[in-house]
């Protein structure tokens, strides 16, 4: 089966300790995206890729690391100088379109994250 | 900063009925729009994506895009109860980023 997946599920972590998300895809996509979202909110784009060995900053970077080091993984580290981490945290992949400007993203199932 | 708004809702419609979901944004350069549907606790799956004026069916479900006026709606007929969740607009605003709004939670009630 095609798909995205991410582990764990359920993630709980104690102040100051860093803790590394896993997203893996099986779709030969080659952009990749780490979101995070609260309560009541919208998602909010933490890191992306577009091609292996590349990464840019979202809009809220601070406190979080990621590699690319293969195509289909697209790990996301929450470092101990994230001072809110407590969210669900999801990872998209999108196939390739005519422009940039019309990529569809498709995401996995979410890992929640919370701060002990 | 670029935006993207929603009425957080709920929005409330018998079964049956046709649901009517709105966005804005702010962003007049915006080529591509998205509709996810999010239930609790889950993750946003794709409903539509629309890139031109004018409307998109599928199904239950029509997208229908203004971009003079900066405009794009979810229209759902025949409501179900299966239809409650936060629906999400997503942009694209250039360079395969997202903007997403909050999310407008739709109430069906049988």
């Known amino acids: 089966d095609g798909g995205i997946t991410q582990s764990p599920k359920y993630l709980f972590r104690k102040e100051g300790q860093n803790v590394t998300l896993s997203c893996e895809q099986n779709?030969?996509?080659?952009?990749m995206y780490w979101y995070r979202q609260d309560p009541g909110q919208g998602l909010r784009l933490i890191y992306y890729?577009?091609?292996?060995?590349?990464?840019q900053k979202g809009d809220i970077a601070e406190g979080y690391s990621v590699s690319r080091e293969k195509k289909e993984s697209f790990p996301l580290t929450v470092t101990s100088a994230q001072k809110n981490p407590t969210a669900f945290y999801l990872c998209?992949?999108?196939?390739?379109?005519?422009?940039?400007?019309?990529?569809?993203?498709?995401f996995g199932p979410g890992t929640r994250l919370t701060v002990l | 900063q670029k935006e993207v708004e929603q009425n957080s809702g709920p929005l409330s419609v018998p079964e049956g009925a046709i649901a009517s979901l709105n966005c804005t944004y702010s962003?007049?350069?915006?080529?591509?729009f998205f509709w996810y549907r999010q239930y609790s606790g889950k993750s946003p799956e794709l409903i539509m994506s629309?890139?031109?004026?004018g409307d998109k069916e599928d199904g239950r479900f029509t997208a229908q895009l203004n971009k003079a006026s900066q405009y794009v709606s979810l229209l759902i007929r025949d409501s179900q109860p299966s239809d409650s969740a936060t629906y999400l607009c997503?942009?694209?605003?250039?360079?395969?980023?997202?903007?997403f709004g909050t999310g407008t939670r739709l109430l069906v009630s049988p």
């Open positions: 998209a992949s999108s196939i390739p379109g005519q422009s940039s400007s019309t990529d569809t993203q498709y």
């Open positions: 779709l030969n996509h080659d952009a």
């Open positions: 890729s577009q091609i292996v060995n590349d990464f």
């Open positions: 962003d007049r350069g915006s080529q591509s």
């Open positions: 629309i890139y031109s004026n």
């Open positions: 997503a942009v694209n605003t250039g360079f395969q980023k997202l903007v």
